[in-house]
Protein backbone atom coordinates (compact mmCIF):
# COMPACT_ATOMS: atom_id res chain seq x y z
CA UNK A 1 0.00 0.00 0.00
CA UNK A 2 1.08 3.40 -0.76
CA UNK A 3 0.80 6.34 1.28
CA UNK A 4 1.62 9.75 -0.21
CA UNK A 5 3.67 12.68 1.75
CA UNK A 6 0.28 14.35 2.24
CA UNK A 7 -1.48 11.17 4.32
CA UNK A 8 1.71 10.96 6.42
CA UNK A 9 1.11 14.39 7.59
CA UNK A 10 -2.39 13.43 8.29
CA UNK A 11 -1.39 10.54 10.14
CA UNK A 12 1.06 12.31 12.16
CA UNK A 13 -1.06 14.98 13.35
CA UNK A 14 -4.02 12.40 14.07
CA UNK A 15 -1.63 10.66 16.11
CA UNK A 16 -0.13 13.78 18.05
CA UNK A 17 -3.98 14.69 18.77
CA UNK A 18 -4.72 10.90 19.77
CA UNK A 19 -1.88 11.18 22.30
CA UNK A 20 -3.06 14.80 23.54
CA UNK A 21 -6.60 13.47 24.12
CA UNK A 22 -5.24 10.55 26.16
CA UNK A 23 -2.94 12.89 27.56
CA UNK A 24 -5.79 15.26 28.49
CA UNK A 25 -7.31 11.82 30.19
CA UNK A 26 -4.80 10.80 32.60
CA UNK A 27 -3.94 14.35 33.72
CA UNK A 28 -8.00 14.31 34.70
CA UNK A 29 -7.86 10.73 36.57
CA UNK A 30 -5.29 11.91 39.03
CA UNK A 31 -3.44 8.85 40.92
CA UNK A 32 -1.94 8.54 43.40
CA UNK A 33 2.15 8.84 43.80
CA UNK A 34 2.03 6.28 46.66
CA UNK A 35 -0.27 4.18 48.22
CA UNK A 36 1.02 5.51 51.40
CA UNK A 37 -0.70 9.32 50.43
CA UNK A 38 -4.11 7.49 50.12
CA UNK A 39 -3.64 5.70 53.79
CA UNK A 40 -2.92 9.29 55.12
CA UNK A 41 -5.96 10.88 53.42
CA UNK A 42 -8.17 8.06 54.76
CA UNK A 43 -6.11 8.64 58.41
CA UNK A 44 -7.19 12.60 57.77
CA UNK A 45 -10.70 11.23 57.44
CA UNK A 46 -10.98 9.18 60.47
CA UNK A 47 -9.50 11.67 62.98
CA UNK A 48 -11.69 14.52 61.51
CA UNK A 49 -14.60 12.33 61.66
CA UNK A 50 -13.54 11.57 65.31
CA UNK A 51 -12.97 15.07 65.78
CA UNK A 52 -16.45 15.65 65.37
CA UNK A 53 -17.87 13.57 67.18
CA UNK A 54 -15.59 14.41 70.31
CA UNK A 55 -16.73 18.04 69.58
CA UNK A 56 -20.43 16.78 69.77
CA UNK A 57 -20.10 14.97 72.70
CA UNK A 58 -17.93 18.00 74.27
CA UNK A 59 -14.88 16.98 74.60
CA UNK A 60 -12.77 19.97 73.59
CA UNK A 61 -9.60 19.06 74.42
CA UNK A 62 -10.01 15.68 72.29
CA UNK A 63 -11.63 17.42 69.27
CA UNK A 64 -8.58 19.99 69.27
CA UNK A 65 -5.92 17.18 69.11
CA UNK A 66 -7.02 15.46 66.13
CA UNK A 67 -8.64 18.27 64.17
CA UNK A 68 -5.13 19.08 64.74
CA UNK A 69 -3.20 16.20 63.64
CA UNK A 70 -5.75 16.20 60.85
CA UNK A 71 -4.55 19.33 59.72
CA UNK A 72 -0.92 18.20 59.69
CA UNK A 73 -1.67 15.14 57.98
CA UNK A 74 -3.83 17.19 55.31
CA UNK A 75 -0.60 19.66 54.96
CA UNK A 76 1.44 16.79 54.03
CA UNK A 77 -0.44 15.81 51.10
CA UNK A 78 -1.02 19.57 50.33
CA UNK A 79 2.85 19.75 50.17
CA UNK A 80 3.47 16.34 48.06
CA UNK A 81 0.49 17.54 45.53
CA UNK A 82 1.14 20.92 45.44
CA UNK A 83 1.53 21.12 41.60
CA UNK A 84 -1.33 18.54 41.04
CA UNK A 85 -3.73 20.61 43.04
CA UNK A 86 -3.24 23.92 40.72
CA UNK A 87 -4.00 21.72 37.61
CA UNK A 88 -6.75 20.17 39.39
CA UNK A 89 -10.38 21.37 38.86
CA UNK A 90 -13.25 20.61 40.45
CA UNK A 91 -16.91 20.44 39.58
CA UNK A 92 -19.12 23.05 40.17
CA UNK A 93 -20.79 21.17 43.16
CA UNK A 94 -17.35 20.76 44.98
CA UNK A 95 -16.85 24.51 44.79
CA UNK A 96 -20.32 25.35 45.90
CA UNK A 97 -19.79 22.83 48.48
CA UNK A 98 -16.24 24.41 49.30
CA UNK A 99 -17.81 27.53 49.23
CA UNK A 100 -20.52 26.54 51.89
CA UNK A 101 -17.81 25.15 53.91
CA UNK A 102 -15.51 28.44 53.68
CA UNK A 103 -18.55 30.50 54.87
CA UNK A 104 -19.51 28.43 57.41
CA UNK A 105 -15.66 28.35 59.02
CA UNK A 106 -16.03 31.74 58.39
CA UNK A 107 -18.92 32.48 60.46
CA UNK A 108 -17.83 30.40 63.41
CA UNK A 109 -14.51 31.93 63.98
CA UNK A 110 -16.39 35.78 63.58
CA UNK A 111 -18.87 34.28 66.22
CA UNK A 112 -16.00 32.78 68.62
CA UNK A 113 -13.77 36.04 68.20
CA UNK A 114 -16.96 37.87 69.54
CA UNK A 115 -17.59 35.54 72.32
CA UNK A 116 -13.57 35.56 73.49
CA UNK A 117 -13.95 39.49 73.78
CA UNK A 118 -17.34 38.90 75.81
CA UNK A 119 -15.08 36.23 77.94
CA UNK A 120 -12.70 38.67 78.30
CA UNK A 121 -14.96 41.63 79.86
CA UNK A 122 -16.63 39.56 82.09
CA UNK A 123 -13.34 37.92 83.54
CA UNK A 124 -11.94 41.52 84.21
CA UNK A 125 -16.02 42.81 85.55
CA UNK A 126 -15.47 39.65 87.95
CA UNK A 127 -11.91 40.77 88.89
CA UNK A 128 -13.45 44.26 89.74
CA UNK A 129 -15.94 43.05 91.24
CA UNK A 130 -13.44 40.35 93.37
CA UNK A 131 -11.97 43.64 94.81
CA UNK A 132 -14.87 45.46 96.16
CA UNK A 133 -15.05 42.40 98.06
CA UNK A 134 -18.13 41.04 95.91
CA UNK A 135 -17.60 37.75 95.69
CA UNK A 136 -21.14 36.26 94.84
CA UNK A 137 -21.26 38.94 91.98
CA UNK A 138 -17.48 37.98 90.94
CA UNK A 139 -18.30 34.06 90.69
CA UNK A 140 -20.94 34.24 88.92
CA UNK A 141 -18.97 36.82 86.69
CA UNK A 142 -16.29 34.62 86.75
CA UNK A 143 -18.70 31.85 85.47
CA UNK A 144 -20.20 33.36 82.22
CA UNK A 145 -16.72 34.00 81.42
CA UNK A 146 -15.87 30.71 81.34
CA UNK A 147 -18.71 29.64 79.88
CA UNK A 148 -18.59 32.08 76.70
CA UNK A 149 -14.89 30.72 76.44
CA UNK A 150 -15.62 27.43 76.30
CA UNK A 151 -18.39 28.41 73.80
CA UNK A 152 -15.61 30.51 72.24
CA UNK A 153 -13.30 27.23 71.89
CA UNK A 154 -16.41 25.02 70.55
CA UNK A 155 -16.77 27.57 67.75
CA UNK A 156 -12.99 27.53 66.94
CA UNK A 157 -12.63 23.86 66.87
CA UNK A 158 -16.17 23.94 64.95
CA UNK A 159 -14.53 26.28 62.55
CA UNK A 160 -11.55 23.89 61.84
CA UNK A 161 -13.52 21.03 61.06
CA UNK A 162 -15.11 22.65 58.74
CA UNK A 163 -12.01 24.03 56.83
CA UNK A 164 -10.99 20.69 57.41
CA UNK A 165 -13.47 19.55 55.36
CA UNK A 166 -12.81 21.35 52.31
CA UNK A 167 -9.51 19.81 52.55
CA UNK A 168 -10.84 16.54 52.96
CA UNK A 169 -13.06 16.89 49.49
CA UNK A 170 -9.93 18.54 47.77
CA UNK A 171 -7.93 15.57 48.45
CA UNK A 172 -10.69 12.76 47.48
CA UNK A 173 -9.09 11.70 44.61
CA UNK A 174 -6.85 9.44 46.70
CA UNK A 175 -9.59 7.78 48.22
CA UNK A 176 -9.82 4.39 46.32
Known sequence: MFISRGNNGICAL??????????VGW??????????????YKR????LDQAQQ????GN???????AKEANSLFTLLKNQYSSVLAEHELTPQEEQQL???????????????????????????AQELEAQGR????R???????????????????????ALRNQQRVFRFLAP
Open 140 to 162: ASYQQSKDEYNRAQNLYIKSSIY
Open 44 to 47: AVSL
Open 27 to 40: AQTIKPTSPDHAIL
Open 60 to 66: LSMAKSQ
Open 99 to 125: AINQKLATDAHTQADRLMEAATTKDKK
Open 135 to 138: EADS
Open 14 to 23: ALVLALVLVG
Open 54 to 57: KLNT
